[in-house]
């Protein structure tokens, strides 16, 4: 695995590289076998980069009905509900692009029935890459991820024993009491690491510390951190912006 790191001077000028990256690996995946399946990350950092993504200069050149869609995870709220991660990405992208609904995989997060959510991902997952002659383990291309404040990734909070999840592919889990909402659907370890790419999309002066320690001893990092557990395939990829502008 090759790991890669560009540091950025603002949102603005990680989220148009973003939207670079993430398109030019669409077109090389298209190109290589004729589809390409895209995992994707909530929370704010990565909004603007679906902006980008959305307007002519990149959607216009991305083949949308070879592209699927996925979530890395998700809150347990209803899909119009604003803390919704494929709320934000449906109104910073699906919206404005020929994206075929039928290669969107939102995760149909029930607040009142997390775990039955979770597994039915999961089959969703599994059936999607059986179908294109997948093995068990759903290999995706590529997936973005963000970083919390204390190194969580996805839904993969400290501490949690989801870390050491090795069968399955998408629980429910429950977010520290600081954070909203708790209740979530989230991949785990096995489907993250078994991605060809990952990006993490990090942006904010309070996160330069956790990021450092991870760059610096990934496998020291990793006892404390989730994001430091995240060892894809292929390519790890870290865009940075340091400052909160
Ligand atoms: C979520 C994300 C989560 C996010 C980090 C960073 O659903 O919130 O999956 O892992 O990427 O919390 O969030 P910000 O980009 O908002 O700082």
């Known amino acids: 695995m090759q790991t890669r790191v560009e540091k950025f001077t603002s949102l ?9 990256y993430i398109s030019k690996i669409i077109t ?13 990350s909530g929370g704010k950092t ?8 959305s307007r002519p200069e990149y959607a216009g050149n991305i083949l949308w009905e070879h592209v699927h869609l996925f979530w890395g995870d998700e809150r347990c709220v209803p899909p119009e509900d604003p803390l919704s991660n494929f709320n934000m ?3 910073a992208l699906l919206s404005k692009t020929t994206i075929p ?7 149909q997060a029930k607040p009142e029935a997390a775990e039955q959510a979770a597994r039915a991902y999961e089959e969703e997952i599994k059936d999607f890459f059986l179908v294109r002659g997948g093995e068990d ?20 909070f400290p ?11 998408v629980c429910a889990v429950c977010a520290p009491d600081t954070i909203e909402p708790q209740r979530r659907i989230t991949l785990t370890l096995p489907a993250i690491n078994n991605t060809g790419r990952v990006l993490f999309l990090v942006s904010g002066r309070e996160k330069k510390g956790v990021v450092e320690k991870i760059l610096d001893n990934r496998k020291k990092a990793a006892r404390f951190y989730p994001a430091a557990r995240v060892v894809p395939r292929e390519n790890l990829v870290w865009f940075i912006n340091e400052s909160n502008e």
């Open 12 to 20: 603005q000028m990680l989220s148009k590289q973003a939207a670079e």
């Open 28 to 40: 090389q995946e298209i190109n290589k076998k004729g589809w390409c399946t895209v995992v994707l």
């Open 46 to 53: 990565p909004q603007l980069t679906y902006e980008y993504l």
């Open 89 to 91: 990405v449906n109104t």
């Open 101 to 107: 609904s039928d290669n969107i995989y939102p995760v």
């Open 137 to 156: 383990l759903p290999c995706f291309d590529l997936m973005l991820l963000g970083m919390g404040t204390d190194g969580h990734t996805a839904s993969l």
């Open 159 to 169: 501490g949690d024993s989801i870390l050491d999840e090795k069968q399955r592919l």
